[in-house]
């Protein structure tokens, strides 16, 4: 459709007012985790094979970067994909993939040679149907459990070299790119959520009596709310400023970082600040 990336923001800002969270972050992980890159440096081979399908709802994606002892720290990883004749041969395995059981391809990253850790990174797209590829059972999570999440493991699995996003040795790079539109969308769906939070204590704030008046005539929530809703617009004009740049064509790195941070630490102190004006009604 020729549209830009802010029109992405619009949809995640929506998907936060789903009633629950692991609807939107699956969506999220397909259209903005496992398929920038994809989108951005993909050949017409891996697009029309892949990135079609995926846009169009017939092909659930997965982004495969996480390992057990590699997170945050992705140079750390150890899954390794080694040239034979023309194909890859991966071996590895990754953790917490959401989407995991239900994918039909991962966008997966890999060592694909001996240089150092930020330049041996390639992205490769691997059909989850490919044989060596196996999955743990759901992991069981404490939240989003409608979300499917497991652990995937790659023995001898063979994969095409032309499944190759870009070129080698550049996965890592574009794996940070593919990073803050993921850090962008969580940012922009939290922002609904937390205002469902506010405006639904207020409603019951103002119809909840107690010692013979509603609480909201106590000042001091009215205070709290409007500080919180104060915050939630701060980082929506945060979120929005960075999607503007990003649509220019500007490095976001550090405004993307920033609202992903904020979202999340203003995502718990709105649910526990709010909740305490809830009393038993709270808990059930």
């Not at 976001?252 to 203003?266: E, I, Q, Y």
């Amino acid at each position: 459709m020729g549209l830009d990336y802010s029109y992405e923001m619009i949809a995640a800002e929506a998907f936060g007012g789903i009633r629950c969270g692991g609807v939107p972050m699956a969506i999220g992980v397909q259209t903005n985790m496992a398929t920038p890159a994809l989108a951005r440096f993909g050949s017409d081979y891996v697009r029309d094979s892949f990135l079609a399908p995926a846009i169009a709802g017939e092909q659930v994606a997965c982004i495969g970067v996480s390992e057990p002892g590699a997170g945050s720290d992705v140079s750390g990883i150890k899954t390794t994909a080694i040239k034979d004749g023309d194909d890859y041969i991966i071996n590895g395995s990754k953790m917490w993939i959401t989407n995991a059981t239900q994918a039909d391809f991962i966008c997966l990253l890999a060592n694909t040679s001996d240089e150092p850790a930020h330049k041996n990174k390639s992205l490769i797209i691997v059909p989850t149907d490919t044989a060596g590829i196996s999955f743990s059972d759901k992991l069981d999570k404490l939240g989003m459990r409608s979300s499917d999440t497991a652990q995937i493991f790659f023995d001898n699995v063979r994969v095409p070299q032309r499944n190759l996003i870009g070129h080698e040795g550049a996965g890592f790079v574009m794996q940070m790119q593919q990073f803050q539109e993921e850090r962008l969308y969580i940012a922009a769906m939290s922002l609904k959520s937390m205002e469902i939070c506010i405006n639904e204590t207020l409603t019951y704030t103002r119809e909840r009596q107690a010692f013979g008046k509603p609480l909201l005539a106590n000042q001091s929530i009215l205070f709290r709310l409007a500080e919180l809703q104060t915050e939630v617009e701060l980082l929506r004009a945060l979120t929005y400023q960075a999607c503007e740049q990003y649509v220019q064509g500007e490095d976001v790195t550090r405004l993307a970082s920033m609202a992903k941070l904020k979202s999340g630490r203003l995502s718990r102190e709105v649910s526990d600040a709010c909740l305490q004006y809830w009393g038993g009604m709270g808990f059930m």
